[in-house]
């Protein structure tokens, strides 16, 4: 079998053979975990690759956990790629840094807390989350990416300076929720963004500016520990 993802020993005829599988391979895995769910077909196009050669790829994912196929046959991001994702974010010192931070916040506020940063590709990803207390919330989105237009926390990372030091935005990443966010800033330059996720039913224009001022005093607690833009997750 040509298309593999074991090791292959670099002098064989056949490693450079590997290397490009195993290239192709990340390939789709990328385009898996950047739509969240892709079809093969989709997957195949987004890569420059023949469909055969993009099933098999996907198949191998799948077989070790790292894509799952659904009943619709679309591609999502699997239980072990997650969980290789979950360990390097909980690693990273900002975001230990923000956990104690974030929970006290999800418990102040009943609502879900996210902590964002901008991609290289100027997406947006989210890389930590502490789950609020009311029984309506919405799942964990940590490891999702998502466009900076429209949203309250991708506003920020792009560079918006709001006046009250929040921003609150109405169905931006999901139609039913309302985003609150407040820049985390290191040398004046925003690094991260902290951000609260409402269901727009449970929130009002009061409340939001409430949540918002929360967040701002919770960045500024961030901010005297003075960490570096050094300590800033990879993506």
């Given amino acids: 079998m040509t298309d593999t993802l074991q090791d292959v020993d670099p002098t064989t005829p056949r490693a450079s053979e590997a290397s490009r599988s195993v290239g192709r391979a990340l390939a789709l895995l990328k385009v898996v975990c950047d739509s969240g769910s892709v079809t093969m077909a989709d997957a195949a196009r987004a890569t420059s690759l023949a469909p055969s050669t993009a099933l098999r790829l ?7 956990g ?9 591609f999502s991001p699997g239980p072990t790629i997650i969980g290789l994702g979950a360990q390097a974010l909980s690693r990273n010192r900002i975001v230990r840094s923000f956990r104690p931070i974030m929970r006290d916040l999800a418990v102040g506020t009943g609502e879900s807390i996210y902590l964002s940063v901008r991609r290289s ?14 029984p309506i919330r919405y799942e964990n989105w940590v490891g999702r990416t998502f466009s900076p237009e429209n949203s309250a926390a991708g506003s920020l ?20 929720v309302t985003a609150i966010a407040a820049p985390v800033l290191i040398d004046g330059q925003p690094v991260a963004a902290l951000s609260a ?12 500016a409430t949540i918002g001022v929360a967040l701002i005093a919770a960045v500024e607690e961030f901010g005297r520990a003075s960490l570096r833009s050094d300590d800033l997750p990879e993506s």
């Fill in 58 to 64: 996907l198949r191998k994912l799948e077989d070790v």
């Fill in 66 to 74: 790292f894509v799952l196929r659904d009943e619709q046959g679309e």
């Fill in 121 to 134: 590709d100027d997406l947006c990803l989210y890389v930590a989350a502490a789950q609020g207390t009311h």
């Fill in 157 to 176: 990372l792009m560079g918006a300076k709001p006046e009250n030091g929040y921003v609150i935005v109405g169905a931006g990443v999901d139609p039913d």
């Fill in 197 to 208: 996720l409402v269901p727009s039913y449970r929130t009002n224009a009061e409340r939001s």
